[in-house]
């Protein structure tokens, strides 16, 4: 017997097998799938222990660093994966992407400001004094300065190729024996002549750059301005002097100096020597072996027939015709007093203070290197010299004139400011046309896509109003249908019944008009929705059906909804009213009690500057790791990197972090930096902000230059006056960030000569020297009146704006009012000595006073014979 | 950096070829001078090895009054232990007399005028006795007792209170007042 729905069970059955392959396959596809979010889990859950060990292993080295500095790991890898473990992560596994998304915002706190390019735990200890200001709009416009005229610097000072002159050794082969070559051997310059010329032939720094030349393999050596040629020889630059002081300490380089001098005189070695009288200075009380090691040299190496030795300022003095006085030799290493009777020197009489130019700019080097710990080009020590020499001078009264030097008025003239070559950032500088341009394109893309959105808008009017043509005819025909056809005909349609037609209807009519309202636009009037009612609610349920229930529902909800809003109105309408009010009572108290009211805004300004400043402090401690915030921070930190030990005893590994919003505040506590409290700052400012306001307008006795911002206006700083004189600074602007300003330094360098305690030198000043020379070592008056007569500055110290005449007024300071005083100065403190030593060497002393090779080698090489300028021996 | 020029490098390496002495004839030296390895030496080794000259000669000086009798050329000071010699004390070093005769004979104004002697005294004098702050050198009244740094102004205290480690350590070498560790 056959079936007759065999054919239809047959086929029935063949849908159901096809259905439940195509299910396996699904599963199998489902299958696949969760394995790979397996195997992806097990991934997360890896790097998640990898971030744990990180982190910890951050917090161990964050505790152990001993350097108060920003600590800056390198995240920008792992953040990398972190973020897109959290953008593949399934929803489900919640508590892990919790997990990780701590970490991460953990790591990122440690250093908000990490990016790629800092080297992982790069500590950085390096802070400028002043972090960049900005201009604040002070009411009180104090007046712009004009720009600061800027002063270059050399690169170095290399001068040159300076050909031999060989005429002068011609010259002085007609008497071979009295033509002395004289050097006057000075850590800044020696300078070389013959001792009949009028000037010194030579002078250079003496220093050397001798090296192998890798390239060439052969030696190279530069002597004196020579070896400041190009990077190579400057970097293996050597100095003949002991560093600080004016003995030679370097024999290699004197004797290259001596030898690049010679080869420039002319020599010629004919009898395998130098085959003339030499007279070398040499500093006071010189030491044995600097001058044993000298005579080796001038007599061994370059076979000199005599040498003399003299003292440079005795040679200056002796120049500018002096006899009895006192000499105040300010040199280049240190600065000698001299008394000098019967143009002879009292040596035990004299003093040293070692202090002179070089040390200046030492200490110049000290103080910039301070001032400007970030400057971006190497200061050489050439700069500092040129700095020195350019714009320092003595200041006559230095303490009066030291406390008025970073005041506004007129500091645009005391603060130098020193321009470094700089290259600036290469910003694209667009033409007025082309902005032009770009600003026309932004317009031309904003109105297409304007237009497009109009053309969307109108095709989606166009649409609804077909829609509602569409329905209101369904409508009309429904109205002729019978029951049963409008049914078919509303099912058809989805609709539910006639009245959800309706309400579509009406939904579609209010839209329309909306948009239609929007195209025009004619302000959308707040139609005062109609009087809702809802009269099922009162019908007890038990006389409804169904439908009725339903409806109830529906008008239940509606009803809440409409309370709801009501209540959130009525909300609004009392906190405008209460604030009315409170308005109100601060208008009355102000005008009722003006004094209770105004000393209230007050403390609440003086509340909000402490909270700034409370603010500041907690930041600046959290800086220095041992501060109570720090360590507050610390223990936030730890707990939150720990694995919750007490929570787990309380409930499994549920960790609901994230659960609470309340939970992301902690990142608040843990953040450091700027990016952490932006919002806060914002904050406390605006109010601030609004606090003064009220007060300009209220209080008389607050004005303009007393608000915050005034105050901490940059050109009330003095720290800015210091760093940056009275210009406004940009830290982005490449020109400005290679600016050295100099001011207070102008004077402070040249006073440590008066003053050397200010460099931590211990020893007393030039002017207690001199007291003490005048007063203490010569009791006689006579001989202090002899002194006094004729005070002698020289050497190249003395050359600053002022200098005599400060040294002038302070020795005045001590001496008995009738006392007469002469200070002069030598016509040319620099070279006065070369000229006074070849001016000896022409006469017949020097003859007497040299020593000769064969006295060299008879009686050694420590043998001199005194001179009334020379040195004693001993 | 700009490419380097062939042209430029060529002048650049003849200039530094007329500027090099190294190969310039030197004839005016003696070629068999060799100087010795170890002959550069700084002020601090010259001035021990010249103390441990001087201190022989100093204690011959010692308690024999040449150091008091100093100017006794000029008279104008009473001499302590007047002009001549206290036989007694000589007579119980023959030695000393003998060296002090010939101190004497060598330079008559008294002790030998060194290196390190003529070094100028510390200061005493009070009107010299500033203190300066040490970020501005404007006059500092104040001392911070933690940087020992002095300051200016409550404005510059901040910014010795901002100061990273190791500044204001830099800041009291410049005025010598650093701790030397050693």
Not at chain 1, 26 to 31: I, L, S
Not at chain 1, 682 to 701: G, R, S, V, Y
Request: glycine share 6%.
């Amino acid at each position: 017997m056959e079936s007759p729905h065999e054919h239809q069970q047959t086929v029935l059955l063949s849908r159901i097998i096809g259905n439940v392959e195509k299910l396996n396959e699904a599963v199998m596809v489902m299958n696949k799938g969760l394995q790979e979010v397996n195997i992806q889990n097990m991934n997360v859950e890896l790097v998640a222990q990898m971030f744990k060990n990180y982190q910890s292993n951050v917090l161990f080295h964050l505790e152990a660093s001993p350097i108060l500095g920003v600590v800056r790991p390198n995240f920008s890898d792992n953040r990398v994966c972190a973020v897109c473990i959290i953008c593949s992560l399934s929803t489900r596994d919640r508590v892990s992407r919790n997990y990780i998304y701590r970490q991460l915002i953990l790591l990122s706190t440690v250093d908000p400001k990490s990016s790629g390019a800092h080297p992982a735990m790069t500590i950085t200890a390096v802070q400028s004094l002043l972090p960049g200001r900005i201009a604040s709009n002070s009411s009180e416009k104090q007046t712009e300065k004009p720009p600061p005229q800027l002063h270059g610097i050399t690169d170095f000072p290399f001068k040159g190729y300076h050909p031999p002159q060989p005429e002068g050794y011609r010259q002085s082969q007609a008497h071979p024996d009295t033509s002395a070559i004289v050097i006057d051997n000075g850590a800044h310059l020696v300078k070389a002549g013959w001792s009949f010329d009028k000037a010194p032939r030579f002078a250079i720094p003496p220093v050397m750059s001798r090296y192998r030349d890798r390239k060439l393999m052969r030696q190279c050596q530069f002597i004196g301005y020579d070896a400041y040629v190009d990077a190579t020889t400057r970097g293996q630059l050597r100095n003949g002097f002991d560093p600080g002081s004016s003995v030679v300490g370097n024999w290699d380089v004197m004797e290259g100096v001596l030898d690049y001098l010679f080869i420039k005189l002319g020599v010629d070695g004919a009898n395998g020597g130098v085959g003339r009288p030499i007279l070398m200075t040499e500093p006071i009380a010189n030491l044995g072996y600097s001058r044993k090691m000298m005579n080796e040299i001038l007599f061994e190496c370059y076979s000199a027939p005599s040498v003399a030795y003299g003292v440079d300022s005795l040679f200056s003095y002796r120049y500018n015709g002096g006899k009895d006085g006192l000499i105040v030799d300010s040199s280049h290493t240190s600065t000698h007093v001299i008394p000098v009777m019967d143009s002879k020197p009292v040596f035990s009489n004299s003093s040293r203070l070692n202090w002179g130019g070089l040390q200046g700019s030492e200490y110049l080097m000290k103080l910039m290197k301070l001032k400007y710990p970030t400057f971006p080009t190497r200061l050489t020590d050439a700069h500092m010299e040129e700095m020195v020499h350019n714009h320092c001078y003595v200041s006559q009264n230095y303490n009066s004139e030291l406390n008025g030097f970073l005041e506004w008025s007129g500091l645009e003239d005391r603060d130098r400011v020193i321009q470094y070559p700089f290259t600036e950032h290469v910003v694209q500088e667009k033409t007025e046309e082309e902005l032009a341009k770009i600003a026309e394109r932004k317009k031309e893309s904003g109105r297409r896509l304007q237009e497009q959105a109009a053309k969307m808008r109108l095709e989606k009017l166009v649409r609804k109003e077909q829609e509602l043509e569409y329905w209101k005819a369904l409508q009309i025909r429904l109205e002729s249908e019978n029951k049963k056809e409008t049914r078919r005909i509303l099912e058809a349609e989805e609709l539910k019944d006639e009245a959800a037609l309706e309400r579509m209807i009406r939904e579609l009519e209010k839209s329309i008009k909306r948009s239609r309202n929007k195209d025009l636009g004619i302000e959308e009037t707040e139609e005062q929705p109609e009087e809702m009612t809802f009269p099922m609610l009162d019908i007890p349920d038990d006389q409804l059906d169904e439908a009725g229930l339903k409806e109830k529902r529906h008008q239940r909800l509606m009803k809440s909804n409409v309370d709801a809003r009501l209540r959130a109105k009525e909300e609004k309408e009392r906190e405008k009213a209460r604030v009315a009010e409170e308005e109100r009572l601060d208008r009355e108290e102000r005008e009722n009690n003006f004094e209770r009211w105004i000393s209230k805004r007050r403390d609440n300004r003086q509340r909000i500057l402490q909270s700034i400043k409370d603010r500041d402090r907690f930041t600046a401690d959290l800086g220095n790791r041992k501060s109570l915030a720090s360590q507050m921070r610390m223990k936030t930190l730890a707990n939150l990197a720990s694995d919750g030990p007490k929570k787990r005893r309380r409930g499994g590994d549920d960790d609901d972090f994230g659960a609470n919003d309340d939970d992301w505040g902690v990142y608040r506590t843990v953040a450091v930096g700027e990016a952490s409290d932006d919002e806060e700052e914002e904050d406390l400012n605006a109010t601030l902000d609004a606090a003064e306001k009220e007060l300009l307008e209220f209080d008389p006795e607050f004005s303009e230059h007393n608000t915050f911002a005034a105050q901490s206006d940059w050109t009330k700083s003095l720290v800015h006056a210091f760093l940056r004189g009275p210009w406004p600074f940009d830290p982005e602007s490449q020109r400005e960030a290679h600016q050295l300003h100099l001011n207070v330094e102008r004077i402070r360098v040249p006073e440590v000569v008066f003053q050397p305690s200010i460099a931590g030198v211990d020893q007393a000043g030039l002017i207690e020297i001199v007291a003490d020379i005048i007063n203490q070592r010569y009791t006689n008056p006579q001989d202090q009146s002899r002194l006094l007569k004729d005070v002698f500055l020289t050497g190249g110290n003395t050359l600053f704006t002022g200098f005599d005449e400060r040294f002038r007024n302070e020795v005045r300071g001590f001496l008995p009012v009738d006392a007469t005083l002469n200070v002069r100065k030598a016509s040319d403190p620099v070279f006065d000595a070369w000229k006074g030593a070849a001016q000896w060497a022409s006469g017949d002393n020097f003859g007497r006073s040299s020593v000769t090779r064969e006295e060299y080698l008879e009686k050694g090489s420590e043998y001199i014979k005194e001179h009334e300028l020379g040195n004693a021996t001993w | 950096m700009p490419p380097p020029n062939p042209a430029n490098d060529e002048a650049h390496q003849q200039l530094l070829n007329t500027l090099d002495i190294a190969h310039a004839p030197k004839s005016f030296r003696n070629h068999n001078w060799k100087p010795s390895q170890r002959r550069n030496k700084n002020v601090k080794q010259m001035l021990s090895e010249s103390s441990r000259k001087e201190a022989s000669v100093m204690a011959t000086q010692a308690n024999s009054g040449a150091t008091t009798q100093g100017t006794f050329g000029d008279g104008t000071r009473t001499p302590a232990e007047g002009a001549a010699p206290n036989l007694s004390q000589a007579t119980q070093n023959l030695s000393t007399l003998v060296l002090e005769k010939n101190a004497r004979a060598t330079n008559p104004t008294g002790p030998a005028v060194t290196y390190t002697n003529i070094e100028s005294a510390p200061s005493f004098n009070p009107a010299y006795q500033h203190h300066y702050c040490d970020i501005t050198g404007l006059s500092g009244q104040y001392t911070d007792p933690k940087t020992r740094l002095r300051y200016h102004d409550k404005e510059i205290f901040k910014v010795i209170r901002t100061l990273a480690q190791g500044v204001p350590e830099n800041y009291l070498e410049a005025r010598g007042a650093h701790t030397i560790l050693k």
